[in-house]
T-cell receptor, first 116, second 114 residues
Framework: SAVISQKPSRDICQRGTSLTIQCQVDSQVTMMFWYRQQPGQSLTLIATANQGSEATYESGFVIDKFPISRPNLTFSTLTVSNMSPEDSSIYLC?????????????FGPGTRLTVT | SQQGEEDPQALSIQEGENATMNCSYKTSINNLQWYRQNSGRGLVHLILIRSNEREKHSGRLRVTLDTSKKSSSLLITASRAADTASYFCATDASQNSGYSTLTFGKGTMLLVSP
């Protein structure tokens, strides 16, 4: 398993501003994932972040709105840009094991974002 | 599109009772996983069942998988108040051996009353 921390744990931001969320893992991992969980909803994958390459975004998510950095194998950031109230969600990072076989994911505690 | 659909959306039981949650999905999968989320926090992986398995146990958890019906169930026996959480199924349908991407269902909110 992996131990994952996220900063901040929660924040209240004004519309039009940006917030950068940090995700730190206690071991080196190849793949990191960023999810959004809107109030009362399930998790939706935003993007997959691979160290040393551009993040791969899912349909409906774009780099200009959610830029991602992955400077090394233990750290990643997600920025929520030009925020609006619709961006109020929990943002979670996760890591997964690479390769064949069972591939569960391990999640950070999440960042609860409220945009006013 | 959402792969997994859980039912019920919400379930309220008394301590000691069993809780059963169901999940349906649409496409072929490599495996199906169940996660628990306490009060809007991070998800905890509970159990993974491969597409060639039909049943799996882990402590008080029992998971079944029926690939012909594209459905799975999670049974929690002898429930406790601490089991109160949201439970999500997630399917791994990735086509390559590099890494998996998971598609999550909408979740079942379980409330266990003392």
């Amino acid at each position: 398993s992996a131990v994952i921390s996220q900063k901040p744990s929660r924040d209240i931001c004004q519309r039009g501003t940006s917030l950068t969320i940090q995700c730190q893992v206690d071991s080196q991992v190849t793949m990191m994932f960023w999810y959004r969980q809107q109030p009362g909803q399930s998790l939706t994958l935003i993007a997959t972040a691979n160290q040393g390459s551009e993040a791969t975004y899912e349909s409906g998510f774009v780099i200009d709105k959610f830029p991602i950095s992955r400077p090394n194998l233990t750290f990643s950031t997600l920025t929520v840009s030009n925020m609006s109230p619709e961006d109020s969600s929990i943002y979670l990072c996760s890591v997964g094991r690479q390769g064949r076989g069972d591939r569960e994911q391990y999640f950070g505690p999440g960042t609860r974002l409220t945009v006013t | 599109s959402q792969q997994g659909e859980e039912d019920p959306q919400a379930l309220s039981i008394q301590e000691g009772e069993n809780a059963t949650m169901n999940c349906s999905y649409k496409t072929s999968i490599n495996n199906l996983q169940w996660y628990r989320q306490n009060s809007g926090r991070g998800l905890v992986h509970l159990i993974l069942i491969r597409s060639n398995e039909r049943e799996k146990h882990s402590g008080r958890l029992r998971v079944t998988l029926d690939t012909s019906k594209k459905s799975s169930s999670l049974l929690i026996t002898a429930s406790r108040a601490a089991d109160t959480a949201s439970y999500f199924c997630a399917t791994d349908a990735s086509q390559n051996s590099g890494y998996s991407t998971l598609t999550f269902g909408k979740g079942t909110m379980l409330l266990v009353s003392p």
